[in-house]
């Protein structure tokens, strides 16, 4: 499986942006799929989860209620919507295909990034 992060850019504080993680491999639905995020300095932050199916989803609480992962397995794509950004959620976004839906989110497969940087 391949995966290949976009849609990151520069927004303003409060603003709003969709990632997308395109994929290839005919396994995509079969995995559960991960967005995690990593700013200079930082150790990697795990964003949010999603089942093969869909139907259930996993985030921390830096980010729920403002971010949402959601699939379309017939275009072989996750997403993450975020929604009230603020400063600190600028990182390089990375997609990852799951080995497990359980912490700490062990992956398989791991993605090229997407710069998001959040201006006050």
């Known amino acids: 499986v391949q995966l290949q992060a976009s849609g990151g850019g520069l927004v303003q504080a409060g603003g709003s942006l969709r990632l997308s993680c395109a994929t290839s491999?005919?396994?995509?639905?079969?995995?559960?799929m991960a967005w995690f995020r990593q700013a200079p300095g930082k150790e990697r932050e795990f964003v949010a989860a999603?089942?093969?199916?869909?139907?259930?989803?996993r985030y921390p609480d830096s980010v729920k209620g403002r971010f949402t992962i959601s699939r379309d397995n017939a275009k072989n794509t996750v997403f993450l919507q975020m929604n009230s950004l603020k400063p600190e959620d600028t990182a390089v976004y990375y997609c990852?295909?799951?080995?497990?839906?359980?912490?700490?989110?062990?992956?398989?497969?791991w993605g090229q990034g997407t710069q998001v940087t959040v201006s006050s």
């Open positions: 990852a295909a799951l080995a497990t839906m359980r912490p700490p989110y062990e992956y398989e497969y």
């Open positions: 491999g005919r396994t995509f639905s079969s995995y559960a």
């Open positions: 999603v089942t093969w199916s869909g139907d259930n989803t």
